[in-house]
């Protein structure tokens, strides 16, 4: 059973002796999903079982982070140096290491219910051993693989009352677990271990993230493990990625609440939403060369906008990205919400003015049915300013500031006086911006959290997903703050019926995982006015050329046919909610590109899905990248859509080279091997101003007749 305390240790070793004596030789360890894990735990807790084969070990967990491996050649000469700067002092897990090395020992299982992008398609091990669930479902799922260790990073601070401590960046299942744990050890079914590893280089999150010293058997806390935080560096964003962005951005209305993932797509669409806010001509002129407002103008109206933020938006979304912290800082992401039901209802209507209470608020409050408000209502209140601090509650009754006693019944007209006079506060206050399960980002995301005041840092809520990914926890709560909800996720691949591909392939292998996309799609139809916005890129280009991502049919799907809502490709907006099985093929073949629009085509009137005769609008005909391109030139000759619209960990030089190694491929691929090799035999000294690049790429004396073709494109990149 918990202790009122937990054991302190100061060595990894020691913990895993410790876990040994209280679960046995077969461990079932649950670890967080991304960056909560406690590396060195885990490295310690690995090391020990392929020491020992006797030590059965399973790793029950989701999205293992590796530093990606340096390539060779060329591309590792310029790879290696930035890695080496982004993932200083980042411990890396053995375990994941040894697991795309397929050299696992056969005591040790690796479970896992979200990979990280394809990192895993070709891993028997890890495509036999991956476990499909909802993310509101994990903690249950990990449970039942048998579960009997719980670990996790954690932060810690002290105060009068002693140490805290928070789940930082993971309270997205680690709760649910260990309360399942608990049930299973106090009934004598289960025996086991709860630990946290301090790292103090973690943020400490308060609010349901913060967490009482008994929720742990065992801590872990010395400096050593106060190591630097896994980062993720940014992608470059592509034109296509933009488009969508753009599109996406206009569906999002003022007073609004939204949900965004990681990566390219994410970036394009938080940087379309800065656009929007910050330089809002220069955002419309874009969505006019997109041909937006003519296409799909009764939608943006009916759905969202163009306009600046006034209200601004709430952040429900089961990971706290990076691009929050842009939004935050653009004056976007600032409505805040608030924890019991009738007074977001009311702040809603604009009935309740956050900045200054009237006593009218009490009225509308009974007018809403509230009618006795209970000891918890009352604490609720209180802590969001509605009732003043010198008021108290006893026994179904509220004690004035000057002592006297009145029931706690807006319905009663005496009461209600007497708590607009005496008990009502001034202002509301510890409202929150954004609600989200798990974090993970570049350096500056976790600095710019950690270095905020922790009155800053609470208006950011770390929780559950089962609060954050779903309504069942409080639907009337929830339906409250989750107003106009736009709840936006990237898929790999649409059907003409609607059907969303974003995890796996038909022949079974697992690309990433379902994680929680489900659950905010399924969520957008059961909110009023909530809408599921899915961005697909409409091709995708590789050796063997393009293929389309609009397809017919296909034999795997994320997203049923039945939950259709809207998606966005670079090339438009398919709104296909309540739409007949025709109007949703036409609407898809519409945004398709063009250079499959007529196979789509012919395939949806084969199965007689489409009748024989409909043609694609002339508007949708030139759906091309090149097209794409002509139309974001004007605004690129402005400064627009760059790279890397939300900053990068390359440094200007890398950026260059960067840039200038696209160009060498795409010249290598595109120019006969023959003309390569007799201009690098031709080629003359390159320009003292270029040698630093050269240098970088250990090309100043090349060794071969490649290195030789590759310095030559270089130069003529760099030199342009």
């Keep these: 059973m918990a202790q009122a305390a937990p054991l302190m240790l100061d060595d990894v070793e020691r913990c895993v002796d410790a876990i040994i004596a209280r ?158 744990l608990r049930e299973a050890e106090a009934a004598g079914r289960r025996r086991v271990a709860v630990v946290g590893v301090i790292n103090q280089q973690l943020p400490f999150m308060a609010r349901d993230a913060e967490v009482a010293p008994a929720m742990f058997d065992l801590v872990v806390d010395h400096p050593r493990y106060s190591s630097a935080l896994f980062s993720t560096p940014k992608q470059p964003v592509a034109s296509a990625d933009y488009a969508i962005g753009l599109q996406a951005s206009a569906l999002i209305r003022d007073g609004g609440t939204l949900q965004v993932g990681i990566g390219a797509l994410g970036d394009a669409l938080v940087y379309a939403v800065q656009l929007r806010q910050q330089q809002n001509d220069a955002y419309r002129a874009a969505l006019a060369a997109l041909e937006l407002p003519q296409r799909c103008g009764g939608l943006l109206e009916g759905c969202g906008g163009d306009t600046p933020f006034i209200t601004g ?74 009732f003043n601090d010198a008021t108290r509650y006893e026994h179904g009754h509220l004690v004035t500031p000057g002592g006297q006693r009145i029931i706690a019944n807006v319905a009663d007209d005496a009461a209600r006086r007497v708590m607009a006079e005496q008990c009502l506060g001034q202002s509301l206050r510890n409202g929150i911006v954004v609600h989200g399960g798990f974090f993970l ?17 609470d208006r950011f ?34 059907t003409l019926s609607g059907a969303v591909v974003s995890d796996g392939l038909e022949n079974g292998k697992v690309i990433s995982g379902v994680g929680g996309q489900y659950n905010f799609v399924a969520m957008a139809h059961q909110l009023p006015t909530g809408r599921s916005i899915i961005m697909i890129r409409a091709a995708r280009e590789a050796e063997g050329g393009a293929s389309s991502n609009v397809v017919f049919a296909y034999g795997h799907c994320t997203i049923p046919r039945h939950l259709r809502d809207i998606v966005v490709t670079e090339y438009g907006i398919a709104d296909l909610r309540s739409q007949s099985d025709a109007e949703v093929a036409k609407r898809l073949i519409c945004i398709a590109d063009s250079r499959f629009q007529a196979g789509l085509l012919e395939q949806a009137v084969k199965a007689g899905k489409v009748e024989a005769g409909w043609q694609v609008p002339a508007e949708y005909r030139d759906n091309t990248p090149a097209a794409l391109e002509r139309r974001f030139k004007p605004q690129r000759a402005q400064g627009l859509f760059g790279a890397f619209p939300l900053g990068s960990d390359f440094t200007a030089e890398e950026l260059k080279l960067a840039g200038a190694l696209k160009q060498v491929k795409a010249r290598a691929a595109s120019t006969p091997k023959w003309k390569l090799l007799l201009g690098a035999l031709r080629a003359g000294e390159p320009p003292a101003s270029v040698q630093p690049y050269l240098a970088r790429l250990k090309l100043e004396q090349p060794k071969t007749l490649q290195d030789r073709v590759v310095r030559m494109l270089l130069v003529e990149a760099l030199t342009s």
């Design 313 to 386: 938006l709430y952040g429900a979304t089961e990971m706290f990205v990076d691009g929050f912290m842009d939004l935050v800082k653009a004056g976007v992401l600032k409505r805040e919400v608030y924890d019991f039901w009738a007074l977001q209802q009311l702040v809603n209507d604009g009935l309740c003015d956050p900045r200054k209470l009237a006593p009218t608020v009490l009225d509308h409050m009974e007018a809403l049915g509230l009618r006795v408000i209970r000891g918890a209502d009352f604490e609720v209140l209180q802590h969001h300013g509605f």
């Design 23 to 180: 679960v046995g030789q077969d461990i079932r360890i649950g670890l967080p999903l991304g960056l909560g894990k406690p590396v060195e735990l885990v490295n310690a807790l690995y090391a020990r079982a392929k020491a020992d084969p006797a030590l059965q070990l399973t790793f029950l967990t989701a999205l293992s982070l590796e530093q990606p491996e340096v390539p060779p050649g060329v591309e590792g000469a310029f790879l290696g140096p930035f890695l080496e700067r982004v993932f200083a002092g980042v411990p890396q897990l053995d375990y994941a290491a040894d697991l795309r090395r397929k050299a696992l020992p056969p005591n040790v299982q690796v479970k896992e219910f979200f990979f990280r992008p394809g990192s895993q398609m070709g891993n028997a091990h890890a495509q036999q051993h991956y476990i499909s669930t909802n993310y509101t479902f994990a903690a249950r799922d990990v449970f039942n693989q048998g579960c009997n260790v719980a670990a996790q990073m954690i932060a810690r601070r002290e105060d009068a009352a002693g140490p805290g401590y928070s789940l930082s960046c993971n309270p997205d299942t680690g709760p649910e677990l260990v309360a399942l």
């Design 461 to 494: 809520c770390m929780t559950g997903v089962y609060k954050v990914n779903q309504l069942d926890h409080n639907p009337r709560l929830y339906k409250a703050q989750r107003v106009n909800a736009r709840f936006i996720n990237t898929g790999i691949m649409v």
């Design 441 to 457: 980002g570049p350096r500056r995301f976790y600095d710019w959290l950690r270095d905020m005041s922790q009155e800053e840092r």
